[in-house]
């Protein structure tokens, strides 16, 4: 499956972003979604994942309130609504897929998408 990531963009703090990522393929409703974020001179991290039929998420605990994944197997897209930005939110996002089930370890991801850079200022 091929992933492209969009959305991201400049914002100041407590404003609200969304991105989207597209997929190729006819089997996108079996792909667990994962988003992740990566900034300079970290570790790509967990930010949230979902389920291919969207019944289950999971967060990392620095978003949990903030941000919603979600997906619509129709158009092949999931989703990551971003609300109360912060500076520390500022980083490159990426979407990226797997079989299975959700999990939090960018390692065992298996599809990624490209990355798109979302830049939150104080």
């Known amino acids: 499956v091929q992933l492209q990531a969009s959305g991201g963009g400049l914002v100041q703090a407590g404003d609200s972003l969304r991105l989207s990522c597209a997929a190729s393929?006819?089997?996108?409703?079996?792909?667990?979604m994962g988003w992740f974020r990566q900034a300079p001179g970290k570790e790509r991290e967990f930010v949230a994942g979902?389920?291919?039929?969207?019944?289950?998420?999971d967060y990392a605990d620095s978003v949990k309130g903030r941000f919603t994944i979600s997906r619509d197997n129709a158009k092949n897209t999931v989703y990551l609504q971003m609300n109360n930005l912060k500076p520390e939110d500022t980083a490159v996002y990426y979407c990226a897929g797997r079989l299975g089930a959700v999990v939090t370890r960018a390692l065992r991801y298996d599809y990624w998408g490209q990355g798109t850079q979302v830049t939150v200022s104080s």
């Open positions: 393929g006819r089997t996108f409703s079996t792909y667990i």
């Open positions: 979902i389920s291919g039929s969207g019944g289950t998420t």
